[in-house]
């Protein structure tokens, strides 16, 4: 069951101003994103979110003026978009992003962008931040939260350590991402849901929210 509150106003006129009447609700659905291989095209010139704007929070007016160019995107072939913001990879439309890669000199890391108040820091992005010792204890990759840029991913994918590109949302199973496309280059991976990490972190993540209360945010519901 996914649960998404909502908050709007109930005003009789529109405009700009704080509201003298509102409404909360709870959206429950008991669906989610099915699993598949994402194809994303990455923004120029289009910025989802900026720093010290509202980039943390799911406002409506952070989604709405996308609308063109994901529709845009998806009429050309894409699934979605990889925002960008001054050629760093921010996340996509709804989904953070983790990218598998193997350092120059050894080890496998698994990375996803800082949280700078550019990104909306989904449950399941923080959940396997929090998971890093076990994550390493499991698989030997290690988790950072860093600024990773386009051309980083793309030197990597030259250089064949570019490994797995990963999605992630409350709403969805990790989702892999098979094809990143910037500008004329694009990066083609074959990810899918077998590949190692993206079923390692599906499966982690599943058995958190479905197994036993061995971490403290999961509570047994006696009935």
């Not at 108040?117 to 929090?130: A, F």
């Not at 051309?151 to 990143?180: D, M, V």
């Not at 074959?190 to 599943?206: A, E, R």
Request: proline share 4%; glycine share 8%.
């Amino acid at each position: 069951m996914y649960v998404r509150f909502a908050h709007i106003s109930t005003e009789p006129v529109m405009g700009v101003k704080t509201p003298a009447q509102t409404k909360l609700f709870a959206i429950m659905n008991p669906n989610s994103l099915k699993q598949k291989s994402l194809s994303v095209k990455c923004s120029v010139g289009v910025h989802k979110n900026w720093p010290l704007g509202h980039g943390q929070y799911t406002l409506a007016g952070n989604l709405g003026p996308l609308v063109p160019y994901v529709s845009d995107a998806k009429q050309n072939g894409f699934d979605d978009v990889l925002w960008l913001l001054d050629d760093f990879v921010m996340e996509m439309t709804i989904l953070n992003t983790f990218f598998v890669i193997q350092g120059r000199y050894g080890g496998i890391h698994l990375v996803t962008s800082v949280d700078n108040g550019c990104i909306l820091p989904g449950v399941i992005r923080s959940s396997i931040l929090e998971l890093k010792d076990k994550i390493k204890q499991d698989t030997g990759m290690i988790v950072e939260e860093r600024n990773i840029s386009i051309h980083e991913l793309i030197e990597a994918h030259k250089e064949s350590r570019l490994i797995e590109a990963i999605g992630s949302s409350t709403s969805s199973h990790i989702q892999p991402i098979n094809k990143i496309v910037y500008k004329d280059y694009k990066i083609e991976l074959g990810t899918d849901g077998n590949s190692k990490y993206v079923s390692y972190l599906n499966n982690l993540v599943t058995d958190v929210m479905t197994g036993p209360d061995t971490y403290e945010w999961v509570t047994s519901l006696k009935l």
